[in-house]
């Protein structure tokens, strides 16, 4: 099967300076140039009248990448790129088994890229039912256009189909033929049609209950890097390909948890 290609490109703003003219005159009545004029100024006057930045005090300027920001001082974006293309049982030695409600021929790998929380861009991979996979590839499309950071995203084999150990490494995953947490009926992920996002950022709380450990240092949602939030870029990116957000149910709080039946 032919893998399928998307392209997407951040589109960045272009802002300029200018020295103010009455300071030019002042320093040829003086007899003084700009340069030593400025030198002498308040503060204020000398940020005015600086030369605009070259590429390289641009790049030294530029802030730390956080969710959604983008400033003219940030570089472009390489292009986002994903590809979807057919798994077989042996590229799921752990999450899948006879018995789970689909098959390995129903589900597709879905290879992209994205932004991970030191700013640098990534690859990374989630298995997901076929049908969901276009439209989990244009999500993680709208997430690196809003520079929605990603800690990482692998297979849950990975880590021996362990979602404990892909939790406690804050990895991105979708497909994992399991019971729901505190339960025996099957998951969500069993289907291939959720996918839990940045976990250590957006915990699973129930009571005293946090999953993973490290989540309990954001169990108060504040903004940060990689924290989904009501209403932001990530949850907009799910809810317009159908998918629900846990951290709406009111029983208990899955922050990391997107899924198309609401599960």
Known sequence: MRARHLDYRAVMDDRSRSAPTALAGLAGLAGLSLLALTACAPAGAADAAAVPAGPAAAAQDAPAVERGARSAADPQLPTYTAAITPVGAADLPASWRPGCPVGPQQLRLVTFTHVDLAGRVATGRLVVREDVAQPVADVLGDLYAA???IAQAQPVDVFGGSDDASMAANNTS?????QVT??????EHSYGTAVDLNPVQNPYVR???VLPEAGRAFVQRTPAPGVVLAGDAAVRAFAERGFSWGGDWSSLKDYQHFSLSGD
């Open 147 to 149: 520079r929605f950071p």
């Open 207 to 209: 009571g005293t209950t």
């Open 174 to 178: 979708a497909f994992n033929c399991r």
């Open 182 to 187: 505190g339960g025996t009926r099957f998951s």
